[in-house]
């Protein structure tokens, strides 16, 4: 829970607030724009949420927070809007919340689907999500991007028996895992689901991709919303930068309109411009 004797300097006064606790995973920033900002290396409250909207945004980022970094200062009411969760994105797809620190407060993601429903990466298992999960007809696949984002899919796999699916280059984070995958081509798991080794953020980084519309990144690739391209980090580059510039020039011969990622921006993009935005990113990472 967050300590308000901890409340960061830059906070808004008001009700929100953001402690010293937070560890800069992106959360509330994607959740809640308007009110929540990026200090020097945690968030802060830019400004305290006015609209009804604003505060139900602020209230998901609350229930979102993986570290309980986000408090409020008269207790407001904010677990009416945990029926929210998961949010649906577009169609069958949905943003879980309650993002694990176990996987850095990345973002996970529920598709619902006829032959079963599929997760991936591992939200925290609160009950709530369970419960949901349960109603939309449980889980037959957890896919993981990477080893990082594992948190608790082993509880997942467990509750629902349900398959997960990694790259054996990061099996020993998962090494309980159902399906492995191998070598670098795609591999194919379901008809509409098409698993794409993107080695270079970890050995065993992939990506998921959906329908040919729905592209889950983990952590290879997302949307910069501060300079409207795709970006990825170097920085943030865990394994080899040489793989990860050549994983993306692979993807440029994939079909897809979304970007999912772990952290960072979600987008849509008209399949041509999302064509060109890939290459564009693949160019700038050579460079
Ligand atoms: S969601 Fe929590 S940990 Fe993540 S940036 Fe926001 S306050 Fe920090």
Not at 109 to 135: C, K, M
Not at 202 to 219: A, E, I, K, N
Not at 263 to 281: F, P, Q, T
Request: some cysteine.
């Amino acid at each position: 829970m967050a300590d308000v004797r901890k409340s960061v300097p830059e906070n808004a006064a008001g009700e929100f607030f953001v402690d010293s606790t937070c560890i800069d995973c992106d959360t509330c920033r994607q959740l809640a724009p308007a009110v929540f900002a990026q200090a020097a290396q945690y968030s802060y409250v830019r400004a305290q949420p006015q609209s009804g909207a604003d505060v139900r945004a602020a209230a998901r980022a609350l229930l979102a927070c993986p570290v309980g970094s986000i408090g409020t200062r008269n207790r407001a009411d904010v677990k009416s809007v945990m029926a929210d969760f998961p949010i649906q994105i577009e169609g069958p797809v949905y943003y879980c919340g309650f993002a694990a620190p176990g996987s850095y407060g990345a973002s996970s993601y529920f598709i619902r689907h006829p032959a079963g429903n599929w997760l991936v990466d591992s939200p925290r298992t609160v009950s709530h999500l369970l419960r949901h999960f349960e109603q939309m007809g449980a889980i037959r696949y957890i896919f993981l991007t990477h080893r990082d984002d594992v948190a608790q899919a082993a509880e997942f796999a467990h509750r629902f028996g349900a398959r997960r699916i990694i790259h054996r280059r990061d099996l020993d984070a998962q090494p309980g895992a159902e399906i492995v995958i191998d070598g670098d081509a795609p591999v194919r798991i379901a008809p509409e689901f098409k698993v794409i080794p993107t080695p270079g953020h970890s050995p065993g980084h992939c990506v998921l991709l959906f329908r040919d519309r729905y592209l889950f990144t983990g952590d290879h690739v997302w949307w910069r919303a501060d300079e409207r391209r795709l970006g990825a980090s170097r920085w943030a580059c865990w394994d080899s930068w040489e793989d990860q510039i050549a994983s993306m020039r692979r993807l440029v011969e994939e079909r897809f309109e979304w970007v999912l990622p772990g952290h960072g921006g979600r987008i849509w993009l008209a399949e041509s411009e999302m064509r060109r935005e890939v290459a564009s990113l693949a160019r700038r990472m050579r460079a």
